[in-house]
């Protein structure tokens, strides 16, 4: 059932990267100046002016170096992108989760029903950004989990212009809120490159995350093209989300003060409703009870209510909640049935939904201040609303639900005991949490499976709504035409009045892969879609749609069991049934070969293999190529801001010593010399009440693994560390050891210790020196915990196999120098 790309196919595809750059076409079609390279042709088409010897003799032209201007009444586009969430969660689409701004939108525009996605995060937004299959962009998955091929090594090509940089090209200001996630893991740094930065993709301003998920209380944050911290902390009450929607008013209003005939573009990216799932107090009390009967039984209440909106056909199944068999599927995403739970864990399981639903309406009500400021200052009637999510409800809380979702991340599994400490903090700061599998089923109900599964429409099937007062006559009218994330550029572009160039910044740009959706603006509800095929394709598992028919490989996400050539594939008459229940192979076995011969064909055309179900620690832990190449030795000094974790030392799965040089002036001198990730995964080499200590912190779990000293700090100059030695590799992946503390050559603690199979955090808290950034790692101080009441140097890390007490000497001999 698989074909290898033909060799023709990939170098053809390749071969446009090479293309030597002629004059660049600009989207309204004529050159752009910039794009010349022989000054005298660049007078001959460009300068209309005249040049003599003498200036008062000659005649300017202004007209050749004036920014192109968008066309008077152009409109503005403000495009909503939430994550993680199935078509079931909303209220707009019948489920339980008010969306009072979605609503609005909704009464005021059109609801489609038939809008999909990837099944992730990063592809779906490759292709927002493009109008490109994720593959061409280099997104085969997530930023953490790209290689070394051609459909997946997570940087988007210069030939694929970004909607951004076309706008921005033509009169449009840009900005871009929130979650990014297109950024390469290794080159979210202060010293890397910024090709794949928003500000180098055509946007004006941004103000965000660049990882895949943050912390909601303590986010990592980026303005423009340098880090910063929140302005201020969940203890005065902040909330990324109130914080995203105050930067993106604060932008328009300034944009509005110096250039308001200027049309704009704003790409609105919260944290939402991604992991972790955090919230105010109050949001989440709306929703106290409102889940207690179930995830079985929300599924069998939500449908109907799908079907009165008219979202779904009348007569739509309700799928399985298990439909893959257990030999197939990823046992990780298992759903337990709800009355085979014992009552401590509905409890618990039903919390973590509230606090999801909580965390979704809060920042509904944000978005909704972005809505009221546009209304008030005029701007609303012409501007395109396009609110949506990005991929199916997510999976990776584990059949048992988690507080800590770095857990999944790791491979590693969460105990009931533990999660149920912490049922009266969930959405808190002391928590990381994340629902179970068996919510993702029943948010993306009807349909079968969720986040990840690209075979079927549990993981690609979203929300869109569309609202343009000016543009669009419907109100609160439905659209069942299909569509995929690929068409939004093209309608951007349609509705702007503008063409992707076929040459971009010297660039030969690859098509588009998506149509135009403005036909439907003005379209019956019911009438035939213009897209006539799309293929899926994620981590390992792949469907194709059709003209109305789909196959699907049944093949688990993330299961590390290959022989793709085995798969079975089913068939399905998407048209006719829409929750994908009826498997037609049987019945239509011509019709499934033509559909996997397309499949083929597209994934050809596309780049998609080579396929890859590898777990997700496999995955993230990809060894990749990096400005700067590994090293045993690091030295990090203080002063600088924190080092993510895609370019800090790897201390994964191995020894390791940190060692600082200090001198104490103070005799209560305090704080942190060293510390990486967070409460819910990190370690930290600190100073607290005259004594050394160093916690690491496996994935949040209690109690913290913690050595202190046993003798105090004077003044004076030392060398301060500790070293981890590996001795043995744990069931789970873990590294099992012990870890001994030093004061200068002195050990003064030692003790058993265990340190994680994966990675800290995928939120972005990265290796600090001198302070702590984000979350603490530790509950022994409070963030920042910056060092105070002496000088230091220095940290070194070193994972070189030299005895720590050589590394000691090293550092003594440095320290007296100074």
Not at 642 to 659: C, L, Q, T
Request: hydrophobic letters at 35%; one cysteine or more; glycine letters at 10%.
């Amino acid at each position: 059932m698989i074909r290898k790309i033909p060799l023709v196919a990939t170098l053809a595809l390749l071969a446009a990267c090479q293309q030597p750059a002629g004059p660049a076409t600009t989207a309204a079609g004529t050159s752009d100046s910039t794009g010349w390279a022989d000054p005298q042709q660049f007078m001959k088409d460009h300068f209309k002016g005249d040049i003599e010897l003498d200036v008062r003799n000659s005649k300017a032209d202004w007209a050749a170096f004036t920014p192109r201007k968008a066309p008077a009444g152009s409109p503005n586009v403000l495009f909503i992108l939430y994550d993680d969430t199935g078509l079931a969660a909303w209220s707009t689409y019948g489920g339980a989760i008010n969306m009072p701004t979605l609503d609005r939108l909704a009464k005021n525009g059109l609801t489609y029903t038939q809008w999909h996605t990837t099944a992730l995060c990063s592809p779906t937004r490759s292709t927002l950004l493009t109008g490109r299959n994720h593959h061409l962009t280099g997104n085969a998955a997530i930023t953490e989990a790209a290689n070394g091929f051609p459909g997946a090594h997570g940087r988007i090509p210069d030939q694929c212009a970004t909607i951004g940089e076309v706008l921005q090209s033509n009169g449009w200001s840009t900005f871009w809120i929130g979650k990014n996630h297109n950024v390469p893991e290794q080159d979210v740094s202060s010293g890397a490159s910024r090709k794949q930065w928003p500000l180098q993709k055509g946007f004006d301003r941004y103000y965000g995350f660049l990882g895949g998920e943050t912390n909601q209380w303590y986010p990592d944050l980026v303005e423009d093209n340098h880090f910063v911290e929140p302005p201020y902390g969940p203890e005065k009450g902040y909330h990324l989300s109130a914080g995203l929607a105050d930067k993106a008013i604060e932008y328009l209003r300034d944009q509005q003060a110096t250039n308001p005939s200027k049309p704009w573009y704003m790409w609105f990216c919260p944290g939402a409703n991604h992991a972790p799932h955090q919230a105010p107090a109050d949001y989440i009390a709306k929703y106290k009870g409102k889940f207690d009967e179930g995830y079985d039984a929300y599924r069998k209440w939500v449908v109907p209510r799908m079907i009165e909106k008219g979202i779904i056909p009348k007569g739509t199944n309700l799928t399985d909640f298990n439909p893959m068999p257990p030999n197939v599927a990823n046992p990780g995403d298992y759903v337990r049935p709800w009355d085979e739970l014992k009552p401590e864990e509905k409890k618990l399981f039903s919390k973590l939904a509230e606090v999801y639903a909580g965390f979704s309406e809060y920042t509904d009500a944000q978005i909704g201040r972005i809505v009221d400021y546009l209304e008030k200052s005029g701007q609303l009637e012409n501007t395109v609303i396009m609110y949506a999510a990005d991929n199916g409800a997510s999976g990776e809380g584990s059949p048992n639900g988690s507080v800590n979702e770095n857990k999944f991340f790791n491979g590693y599994p969460d105990e009931l005991s533990e999660n149920l400490k912490y049922i009266d903090k969930l959405g808190s700061p002391d928590t990381y949490e994340h629902y179970p599998t068996g919510w993702a089923a029943a948010f993306s109900a009807p349909f079968k499976m969720f986040k990840r599964y690209s075979e079927y429409a549990g993981g690609t099937a979203d929300a869109l709504v569309i609202s343009w007062p000016k543009g669009i006559k419907a109100r609160g009218e439905i659209r069942n035409q299909y569509h995929h994330s690929t068409d939004i550029v093209p309608t951007i572009l349609d509705i702007c009045g503008l063409k992707m160039p076929a040459v971009f910044n010297g660039a030969a740009q690859f098509p588009l892969s998506g149509v135009s959706m403005r036909y439907t603006f003005d379209a019956a509800p019911d009438a035939p879609t213009q897209k006539k095929i799309q293929y899926y394709a994620m981590l390992g598992t792949r469907a194709i749609w059709k003209d109305g028919w789909k196959a699907s490989a049944v093949h688990g996400a993330l299961t590390s069991k290959g022989n793709f050539d085995k798969d079975d594939w089913e068939l399905y008459h998407v048209d006719v049934d829409r929750s994908e229940s009826k498997n037609l192979a049987k019945e239509n076995p011509e019709k499934l070969k033509e559909l996997i011969a397309a499949w083929n064909d597209e994934a050809a055309k596309n780049l998609v293999l080579p396929l890859d179900d590898r777990s997700a620690v496999e995955l993230l832990g990809i060894e990749r190529p990096a400005e700067e190449a590994p090293r045993e030795r690091y030295v990090y000094y203080p002063g600088t801001s924190a080092v993510p974790e895609g370019v800090a030392v790897n201390v994964r799965g191995r020894s390791f010593k940190i060692i600082a040089d200090v001198e104490i002036k103070d005799p209560n001198a305090s704080g942190v010399l060293f510390a990486h990730g967070s409460r819910f995964g990190g370690h930290s080499l600190f100073i607290k009440n005259r004594k050394l200590y160093y916690v690491y912190n496996f994935l949040g779990i209690k109690p913290e693994q913690k050595l202190v000293s046993s003798t105090t700090l004077s003044p004076g100059k030392y060398t301060l560390g500790m070293e981890f030695v590996r001795d043995s590799t744990g069931k789970l992946g873990e590294q099992i050891g012990h870890a001994i503390l030093y004061i200068n050559d002195k050990a003064v603690a030692q003790g058993p210790m265990k340190t994680q199979p994966g990675k800290f955090t995928l939120a972005g808290d990265g290796l600090c020196v001198g302070f702590d950034s984000g979350d603490a790692v530790t509950g022994e101080y409070k963030t920042p915990g910056t060092f105070k009441g002496g000088n230091l140097l220095g940290v070194g890390v070193s994972v070189a196999k030299e005895q720590y007490l050589d590394l000691q000497k090293d550092a003594a001999r440095a320290l007296s120098r100074d």
